[in-house]
């Protein structure tokens, strides 16, 4: 062979490798289009769907919802008499491996695979995996037009995933990369966000994943048959002990109150805010042999009337109130002897997201407790109230109490409660979360701060206490809030009141505040936000009251006739009492184009007519109250001049027979002048028979009554009443 000169050969290698490359006849560039039919090809022989079919269970139908964009109510799909469908996917010849729908069993009428057009075999659950959100279903006979799937965890990268759902009425295999997104955190594990069946570029499979987060390591990859999980008879036996622990730690208790004072005298409509319940069943978590925590958000109004309180343990035991919690929708209260107490989880929250986790959902329904036993999953931790961490899961019951593997509690559902700056004004729904047990405890060990001192059980003569600040207000709307240059202040007199009077000596006039400002708001300590004013208006004392007409009343209304003077409670006032006595506030006033601001203590006021003190005499069926500010201000009654309030009528007795009424005075008892209910004691103690002397409004009349067994009754004019000047 000749030898070619040594500068040619290099002339023609660069010449070479200066020339595009030209591809051979029979080379073909991938096609993207190929490959995803290719790893759909791979996998669709062992995609399968999983049927559940669904039940109402005692009435109550199943929570929750399905769907690609969970968009099907389970309830809905029930009614439209169709199974709920979720894809799946077959790992051997009898087991498919499917996400964890978390339903409770009682819901579940019956499970089934099936291929599309092909053969339908039963299920039933096998297993439940511990970190995947996935569960195993056995089948009961193998699917004869169904491939199982068989993963390699070694195969490497790039990976697709194959998805299957419905869409359209169809059930579609999608592809797409699977992207390793790797998130990095300061207080758990790393983990890579997906999701479907995992292929490589050839389209095998790797893995099977149902879970939205996975660990940043290789452990994720292989057939669910390898996963980590519970079995059906194992799950059992946690549930079962935690049932039995549940039943002896999370327990009834039953709350008795003293009825509730009379809602026609009282004015204030408090919407939600106030309970007329003699008697409350709820929930009780025994913290500690000495300590059950009630699950009850009561007001301080419906509190106040709390007279007992009774721990269905076995053996039943009563307990003493101690604490209402200021922060959690709760009280505290001490059992009589020690009980069996739940263990607290030390678990942090981080490790447990994604995990099958014990569960009990407790229900109080009517003097019955129901329990139902199931496994969870936390699905997130949300930012919450003072940047505490709150448990996110899907479909959470109103009663569900989450634990460890060790049935050792780890969250349960209490509401935070309200500041009073931030409460719905006319009630609010239901605010339970599911809660860490860590903030629980926190609060608990330090009940002199955590503790509302308001919140309290009260005597039926101190219930009715209530702050003042000695103004009466009338509401604004858009004429007032015009005239007095505050449209912009109070949305058009959509907030904000006009004070029309000032008490002396009381805080208000003491601060300087003056008959024709515009009260604003308040701002008070430990509120989140400013307190405006909303007082509402009466639209029975918008109107004079009917003193003329009272005679014609007949004594079945008698307990439902509003006071004729405008209540001691208010919004403004239930506001200032749910504060606290001793709690610091200012006051903010518009007047003459100027803001002013005065700075307030919330104190106790004064007698009011339902504080007063009362007397009932028996054998006239009649009570009395003494007078008070606000009734001698209707009634333009110095403080030197007598008289008593009837305050209640008996049906049937000798005070409804003479003619008497709600609301007129007693000014005299057999001519001898009465100044208060005990005075009004004395004078009819013992009497065969009484001349009462009556004024209703500007008109007196004198009112006969024997109180001997076959009494007759007589009433007339009174000489010697003095007329009155008719009041405003």
């Known amino acids: 062979m000749s030898k070619k000169p040594l500068g040619l050969l290099f002339a023609l290698a660069v010449l070479t490798l200066a020339l595009p490359a030209f591809p051979q006849a029979d080379e073909k560039k991938p096609d993207p289009l190929e490959k995803q039919q290719a790893a759909i090809k791979a996998v669709q022989p062992a995609l399968v769907i999983v049927e559940y079919t669904l039940q109402y269970d005692k009435g109550q139908a199943p929570g ?68 995947q959100n996935g569960i195993i279903l056995e089948l009961s006979a193998a699917l004869k037009d169904a491939k199982p799937i068989k993963c390699d965890p070694a195969l490497a990268g790039p990976y697709s995933a194959v998805t299957y759902f419905e869409s359209n009425g169809d059930w579609v295999a999608t592809t797409s990369p699977f992207g390793l997104e790797l998130a990095v955190g300061t207080d758990r594990k790393d983990y890579r966000l997906h999701q479907g069946v995992v292929v490589d570029k050839a ?66 409509r408090r919407g939600d805010d106030e309970s007329n319940a003699a008697v409350m069943n709820v929930l009780g978590v025994v913290m500690n042999p000495n300590t059950v925590l009630v699950l009850a958000e009561l007001k301080p109004t419906v509190t106040s009337r709390l007279e007992s309180i009774r721990v269905f343990t076995d053996p039943p035991v009563d307990a003493k109130f101690k604490a209402t919690l200021t922060d959690f929708g709760a009280f505290v209260a001490t059992p009589e002897k020690p009980l069996t107490a739940l263990v607290a989880s030390t678990q942090k929250l981080p490790d447990l997201l994604g995990v099958a986790i014990p569960g009990v959902e407790v229900l109080m329904q009517g003097e019955h407790r129901v329990a139902y036993v199931q496994h969870r999953r936390m699905t997130g931790l949300s930012v919450g109230w003072q940047k505490n961490l709150f448990i996110e899961i899907s479909d959470a019951s109103k009663g569900l109490f989450l634990f460890d593997a060790d049935n050792k509690l780890v969250a349960l559902p209490i509401s935070h409660r309200e ?15 599911i809660t860490p047990i860590a903030l629980i405890n926190t609060a608990l060990s330090d009940l002199a701060k955590s503790s509302d001192p308001s919140n309290v059980p009260l005597s039926e003569e101190q219930e009715n206490r209530l702050a003042w600040i000695g103004v009466e207000l009338q509401p604004l709307n858009q004429e007032l809030a015009r005239a007095n240059n505050v449209s912009d202040l109070t949305n058009d007199g959509e907030m904000g009141a006009l004070v029309t009077y000032v ?43 009917p003193w003329d007409r009272l005679g014609e009343a007949p004594e079945s209304v008698f307990d439902r006739i509003p006071t004729p003077w405008a209540p001691a409670e208010n919004a ?12 610091k506030f200012t006051g903010e006033f518009f007047s003459d184009g100027k803001n002013i601001k005065k700075d307030f203590v919330v104190t106790q006021s004064p007698s009011h007519f339902l504080s007063a003190p009362k007397f009932k005499n028996v054998a006239l069926g009649l009570t009395v109250r003494d007078l008070t500010y606000e009734v001698r201000r209707y009634l333009q009654k110095k403080t030197d001049e007598p008289g008593v309030v009837i305050s209640k009528i008996e049906m049937g007795s000798k005070a409804s027979v003479s003619g008497l009424k709600p609301y007129e005075l007693i000014t005299a008892v057999n001519d ?27 008109k007196g009349r004198i009112v006969k009554i024997k109180l001997t067994a076959a009494a007759a009754t007589e009433t007339q004019p009174a000489a010697t009443a003095p007329a009155e000047k008719p009041a405003t």
């Open 503 to 545: 008490y002396p000596d009381s805080p208000a006039a003491k601060a300087g505040v003056e008959p024709g400002w515009v009260f604003l708001r308040i701002d008070a300590e430990g509120q989140p936000k400013p307190i405006d004013l909303h007082i509402e208006s009466d639209s029975f004392r918008d109107r004079p009251f």
């Open 419 to 433: 500041k009073v700056a931030v409460e719905e004004r006319y009630g609010s729904s239901d605010r339970s979360m």
């Open 672 to 698: 001898q002048p009465v100044n208060s209910v005990k005075d009004f004691e004395a004078l009819t103690k013992d009497q065969e028979e009484l001349r009462l002397t009556i004024k209703r409004m500007t």
């Open 203 to 268: 389209g095998a499979p790797v893995a099977v994943v149902f879970d939205d987060e996975l660990p940043a390591d290789d452990s994720w990859k292989g057939s669910p048959l390898q996963w980590s999980a519970y079995s059906a008879d194992q799950l059992k036996i946690m549930l079962d002990t935690l049932d039995k622990q549940a039943g002896q730690t999370l327990v009834r208790v039953t709350l008795n109150f003293r009825s509730p004072k009379n809602n026609a005298a009282s004015g204030y």
């Open 572 to 583: 403004l006032i239930r506001t200032l009492t749910d504060l606290g006595f001793g709690k």
């Open 64 to 131: 929750g919802s399905a769907g690609r964009y969970r968009n099907s109510a389970y309830a809905d799909i029930i009614k439209e008499e169709r199974p709920l469908e979720q894809s799946g996917v077959l790992v051997d010849d009898t087991h498919v491996a499917t996400q964890d729908l978390l339903i409770h069993p009682r819901f579940i009428k019956s499970i089934a695979v099936r291929k599309v057009g092909g053969s339908r075999v039963d299920a039933k659950i096998s297993a439940v995996a511990k970190v």
